[in-house]
């Protein structure tokens, strides 16, 4: 609905225009689809930046994974090969550590029997004895 307003010397004339509604509507219809449009473009773009945000920062990872893994293997075999040369230096092959191991073992053993038998008579003669 238009309105004009004519102004003559003698009347004032006053002009009404109908025009077409489904004209105007379709025009804000277009107007809010295309601010629509806008506003998926954006969230997509936005999505998309985000996507390939993510992406770098897994390849990032999956990089300092390998370095690491890499790492932890050199370091490995350094520790691998500075036995290897310590066992050549020294001749020992870590057999002796656990020979030394079970001796004490069989020590303490051979003490808590001994003990046993030390102590078990004199307890025996006091429970005869009475």
């Known amino acids: 609905l238009l309105v004009f307003f004519c102004f003559s010397s003698k009347y004032i004339i006053i002009l009404f225009v109908f025009c077409d509604r489904l004209f105007f509507e379709r025009m804000e219809k277009n107007r809010e689809k295309n601010i629509e449009?806008?506003?998926?473009?954006?969230?997509?773009?936005?999505?998309?930046?985000?996507?390939?945000?993510?992406?770098?920062?897994?390849?990032?990872?999956?990089?300092?994974?390998?370095?690491?893994?890499?790492?932890?293997?050199?370091?490995?075999?350094?520790?691998?090969?500075?036995?290897?040369?310590?066992?050549?230096?020294?001749?020992?092959?870590?057999?002796?550590?656990?020979q030394t191991q079970v001796q004490i073992h069989q020590t303490h053993i051979l003490l808590i029997f001994i003990l046993s038998l030390c102590v078990s008579p004199f307890f025996l003669s006091r429970f005869i004895v009475l």
């Open 37 to 98: 449009k806008k506003r998926r473009k954006k969230r997509n773009e936005k999505k998309i930046e985000k996507k390939k945000g993510e992406k770098k920062r897994n390849e990032e990872k999956k990089l300092i994974m390998k370095k690491r893994k890499i790492e932890k293997r050199e370091k490995e075999k350094n520790e691998r090969k500075k036995d290897k040369k310590e066992k050549k230096l020294t001749g020992n092959d870590g057999s002796n550590e656990q």
